[in-house]
């Protein structure tokens, strides 16, 4: 067997254990997988929001600067 198959079956295996323990769970212990899934969700999407605002702001960063050197440009070739 390829690594690939063993990585599949052994995915496949820790799905398989996870769906049982969760089916056996207490409802408590599922609210609090519930919780868990939902708390790394919203990290996840902070995250990603985080993120793009950075984006945005380089990006207006870099737009204000084109612009600045627009002008200087504009400027220099209307003096000549």
């Known amino acids: 067997m390829g690594n690939k198959t ?6 496949v295996g820790l799905g398989a254990l996870a769906y049982w323990r ?10 609090a997988v ?3 899934i939902n708390n ?6 902070k995250w990603g929001n985080d993120l793009k605002d950075k984006a945005n702001d ?3 960063q870099a ?4 612009d600045e050197a627009k002008s200087t ?4 070739v209307n003096q000549n």
């Open 73 to 76: 440009v504009e400027q220099k």
């Open 22 to 31: 969760y089916n056996k769970a207490t409802p408590e212990e599922k609210q």
């Open 63 to 66: 737009q204000s600067k084109f």
């Open 34 to 36: 519930k919780d868990k």
């Open 58 to 60: 380089v990006a207006s």
């Open 40 to 45: 790394a969700k919203d990290n996840i999407n």
């Open 6 to 11: 063993k990585g599949l079956l052994a995915l």
